[in-house]
């Protein structure tokens, strides 16, 4: 059974900063890509970065240059530090992992973070 642990969120002012980390545990035999998506209030959750095994990253525009990502292959670890927060940021932050096992993709989700950039 596969695990993903998120910590990091909270309520921070607009400029400030906030690091998540995500830990997954469990039987992951080849992760194809780990990232981190959010959902605000009334909207559908939507791709915040990602991270492939080959090293090619993908980021939504409004956070490109503000939100790097990076993973750590041997520990199963992927992080997103949000530089510059704007109120527009606030949202429940999902960690993510799309793995293959036995021909079979499968994404495996954390319970989420809450993230609130207010004044």
């Known amino acids: 059974q596969v695990q993903l642990v998120e910590s990091g969120g909270g309520l921070v002012q607009p400029g400030g900063s906030l690091r998540l980390s995500c830990a997954a545990s469990?039987?992951?035999?080849?992760?194809?890509?780990m990232g981190w998506y959010r959902q605000a209030p009334g909207k559908q959750r939507e791709v915040v970065a990602t991270l492939t095994n080959g090293g090619s990253t993908n980021y939504a525009g409004s956070v490109k240059g503000r939100f790097p990502i990076a993973r750590d292959n041997a520990k199963n670890t992927v992080d997103l530090q949000m530089n510059s927060l704007i109120p527009e940021d606030t949202a429940i932050y999902y960690c993510?992992?799309?793995?293959?096992?036995?021909?079979?993709?499968?994404?495996?989700w954390g319970q989420g973070t809450q993230v609130t950039v207010s004044s």
């Open positions: 993510n992992i799309y793995s293959r096992a036995f021909g079979i993709t499968t994404n495996y």
């Open positions: 469990g039987r992951l035999f080849s992760i194809l890509a």
